[in-house]
């Protein structure tokens, strides 16, 4: 039963239902004991009356009237019957003071009996007539409720309808909603009970459309970033075709393969981005990620890179204990992405130092280096899409977004602060450790040593 309709209008019809019917029991009770009550009172009176007209003498039985509702039986003192009014009755041939209940063959009587100057006189009554009087009076009273029964299921269905109409409203509303136009659903109009689920789904609204405007200004800003160098591939091609002899074929056979390098390096940060943007989806595997180990490997995958410029590539210190949460790719991603950036940015024979530490309880992932820094005034706008210097002919402009995507995505924060001695230097600051759950029990093996402070020169 999946409709919210359906389950509203059969509960309240059977709770109608069992209301009515328990009514229906309580009015009979009470039926029953008013006439139980006027009934006793009826038997006492007709004895009391039937004290000075009681026949004498020898015994009499009347033939007595099947239709009648009373049955009466008079006694002497000796208990000799001097009277009873049906054959047929069946009752005890002794009476007991008092009111009480009989069972006779021919059914349940009540009894009154009662000793009066030297005669005792006895009134019955069958209990049946007592019943049919109580399911009489009840069926009165109760006749105008259930010949009302179908126009209240009427009016409950009618209210129903009427009470879950907004619903359908606001299924309109949602149903309105295209890509192209994500207004919030208006308030208005909606139950109490509805507002939460308005507000959700307005606030949704809101998410989808900062990701489809995200979507669209990446699309925008790709297409504008792919268009200068799938020309310059499409000039280089030119140049080679055209090489008169073997050497200025090999210098532009050497430029063209320069340029489908950049443009893959373009194409795969691209896609890092994609998937790592915060319109993506937050798909984070929650294991525990020792940074060491991270540092290790974005060592070991650049070095050789490192080495074609003669840049000092190491960890100045690598703490054992700087364990976060969070998916291990993704992390990978933002420590290369740094490490990259680093030795594209430093000048030949400079130096780049990863760090992985825990601070305040903090831990932290630092890239160092001593290229030429970013001035304050362009550290916010560094981490733009497809953002890059006045003077900058290197890069993508994507490694420093693709970073604070990731990082966001792993509640950390992206610092920018000046190298001591000249550079820059990157700092990854990850939440408190004691807000994760990540425990020695759940750490990695231990990771191949890497140069500790004391290994830097």
């Known amino acids: 039963m999946r409709s919210l309709r359906r389950r509203l209008l059969v509960a309240l019809l059977a709770s109608v239902a069992t209301v009515t019917l328990a009514a229906a029991l309580v009015v009979y009770r009470m039926a ?121 299921a009427l009016l409950i269905w009618h209210i129903v309808g009427r009470a879950l109409a907004p619903l359908n409203r606001l299924a309109g509303e949602v149903a309105s909603r295209t890509p192209a136009a994500l207004e919030p659903i208006p308030e208005t109009g909606a139950p109490e009970e509805a507002v939460p689920l308005v507000r959700a789904l307005n606030a949704l609204l809101g998410r989808l459309g900062a990701a489809l405007t995200a979507q669209r200004a990446f699309v925008a800003d790709a297409a504008h970033e792919l268009r200068t160098p799938l020309a310059a591939l499409d000039l280089q091609v030119q140049l080679v075709e055209r090489a008169p002899d073997a050497a200025e074929h090999a210098t532009a056979l050497a430029a063209l393969r320069a340029g489908l390098s950049r443009m893959t390096h373009v194409v795969q940060q691209l896609l890092t981005l994609a998937r790592t943007g915060p319109d993506a989806e937050a798909n984070l595997a929650g294991e525990p990620v020792r940074l060491s180990e991270l540092v290790a490997q974005a060592i070991a995958d650049h070095a050789l890179l490192a080495e074609a410029k003669q840049i000092d590539l190491g960890a100045a210190r690598a703490a054992e204990d700087a364990i976060v949460r969070g998916d291990p790719a993704s992390l990978r991603t933002l420590l290369a992405n740094l490490v990259e950036n680093a030795i594209r940015h430093s000048p030949a024979g400079g130096r780049v130092d990863v760090d992985a530490g825990v601070e305040a309880d903090r831990p932290f992932l630092e890239v160092s280096d001593r290229g030429p820094g970013i001035p304050e005034d362009e550290r916010e706008r560094v981490f733009d899409r497809f953002y890059r210097r006045a003077g900058s002919d290197t890069g993508s402009g994507l490694g420093l977004a693709i970073v604070k995507a990731i990082a966001e995505r792993h509640a950390a924060r992206v610092v920018l602060h000046d190298t001591p001695g000249g550079g820059l230097t990157v700092r990854v600051d990850f939440p408190d450790r004691s807000a994760t759950d990540a425990s020695p029990a759940a750490r990695s093996p231990a990771l191949p040593a890497v140069p500790s402070e004391d290994a830097r020169p």
Not at 33 to 50: C, G, K, M, N, P
Not at 120 to 144: D, K, M
Request: net charge negative.
């Open 32 to 152: 029953r004991e008013e006439i139980d009550a006027v009934s006793d009172y009826h038997l006492r009176q007709i004895a009391l009356t039937l004290r000075d007209r009681a026949p004498l003498g020898g015994a009499v039985v009347g033939g007595g009237d099947a239709e009648l509702d009373f049955v009466i039986q008079i006694w002497d003192l000796e208990g000799r019957r001097l009277y009873r009014s049906r054959l047929d009755a069946g009752l005890p041939e002794s009476a007991a003071l008092g009111f009480s209940t009989v069972r006779a063959r021919s059914g349940d009587w009540r009894v009154y009996s009662v000793e009066l100057a030297d005669l005792v006189i006895q009134v019955a009554q069958p209990v049946r007539v007592r019943q049919e009087l109580a399911v009489a009076a009840a069926s009165r009273t109760l006749a105008p409720v259930l010949l009302m029964l179908p126009l209240l």
